[in-house]
């Protein structure tokens, strides 16, 4: 038993579409020389489908299960994690999050995620949705990032600073 390797928690990041989860996932993993995976991008990976495909085939809760199940495995595999805006929608990944500290959700303002993702197709929840029914989504899921959240982070702020923050909320214990 005292040869267990401890393995160290990943870093998790939830928030909305277009919070800026993958560009600073990719970033921190880089300057930090750890394993990244966006979780949107491993799903299509191993279902060989887009996330557009999968809503079509098999609706928004078959994708909420491929996405629970591909959650359990990206925690296993990787040390900095970019889920999808929705993963807080699925109560099994919820139950997933819930055992995990380093879960940070990234934030800001509607306006400028509108402008970020209005004309993104591959985001089935956000195709073709004028501002104030984007709002209302996103307004429907604040409460679960901030129940399953370590910390809270605007992202409307460069690379580096949000960096900087983010390695001084995690090693602040």
């Known amino acids: 038993m005292a040869n267990k390797k401890i393995k160290k928690e990943p870093i998790i990041f939830i928030g909305f579409m277009g919070t800026?989860?993958?560009?600073?996932?990719k970033y921190v993993a880089e300057?930090?020389?750890?394993?990244f995976v966006d979780l949107d991008q491993l799903i299509e990976?191993?279902?060989?489908?887009?996330?557009?495909?999968?809503f079509e085939t098999q609706g928004e809760?078959?994708?909420?299960?491929?996405?629970?199940?591909?959650?359990?495995e990206a925690i296993n595999e990787y040390d900095v994690i970019s889920t999808g805006g929705g993963v807080i929608e699925s109560p099994s990944s919820m139950e997933i999050l819930s055992h995990y500290k380093n879960i940070i959700w990234l934030d800001t303002s509607i306006q400028l995620?509108?402008?970020?993702?209005?004309?993104?197709?591959?985001?089935?929840?956000?195709?073709?949705k004028a501002?104030?029914?984007l709002k209302r989504l996103y307004l429907s899921r604040v409460s679960r990032y901030n129940e399953i959240a370590f910390s809270?982070?605007?992202t409307d702020n460069d690379l580096d600073l949000l960096h900087q923050n983010?390695?001084?909320i995690i090693y602040s214990e």
């Open 113 to 128: 995620i509108f402008d970020r993702i209005k004309n993104d197709s591959n985001r089935p929840n956000a195709a073709n």
């Open 166 to 168: 983010l390695m001084n």
């Open 131 to 133: 501002f104030d029914e």
């Open 45 to 54: 990976l191993r279902t060989n489908q887009t996330i557009p495909e999968i």
């Open 61 to 72: 809760s078959g994708f909420r299960q491929l996405e629970t199940k591909y959650l359990q």
């Open 152 to 154: 809270r982070m605007d």
């Open 31 to 35: 300057q930090e020389g750890k394993r």
């Open 20 to 25: 800026g989860k993958t560009t600073l996932g």
